[in-house]
Nanobody, 124 residues
Framework: QVQLVESGGGLVQAGGSLRLSCAAS????????MGWFRQAPAKERQFVAG????????DYADSVKGRFTISRDNARNTVYLQMNSLKPEDTAVYYC?????????????????WGQGTQVTVSS
């Protein structure tokens, strides 16, 4: 089993930055692809960013390209999401997910473990 715990969420003004972290325990993440998803009120959960097991491949939703960066530190069993130039429409609960595969995925169904989520609120 893998336990994922997100941190780093909070309230920020539009144009600001936040860095989310996802710490894993129970199993090493070095062979797992990781992803970040988000869910805004009354909306479906959507893919934000993904990274393969080594960090050599990443993918992003069009809405965050050029503003968000996903990275990982396998020695620390931690994945990060650096969010810059935040917009009010980025407001959501952000979830970290782990996939038992080397390759990254963009669909929720491709991920095996989920964190509890961290709230990000961007004020205008």
């Amino acid at each position: 089993q893998v336990q994922l715990v997100e941190s780093g969420g909070g309230l920020v003004q539009a144009g600001g930055s936040l860095r989310l972290s996802c710490a894993a325990s129970g199993r090493t993440l070095s062979s797992a692809a990781m992803g970040w998803f988000r869910q805004a009120p009354a909306k479906e959960r959507q893919f934000v960013a993904g990274i393969n097991y080594s960090g050599g491949e990443t993918d992003y939703a069009d809405s965050v390209k050029g503003r968000f960066t996903i990275s990982r530190d396998n020695a620390r069993n931690t994945v990060y999401l650096q969010m810059n130039s935040l917009k009010p429409e980025d407001t959501a609960v952000y979830y970290c997910a782990a996939r038992v595969s080397y390759a990254l995925g963009t669909g929720q169904h491709q991920y095996d473990y989920w964190g509890q989520g961290t709230q990000v609120t961007v004020s205008s």
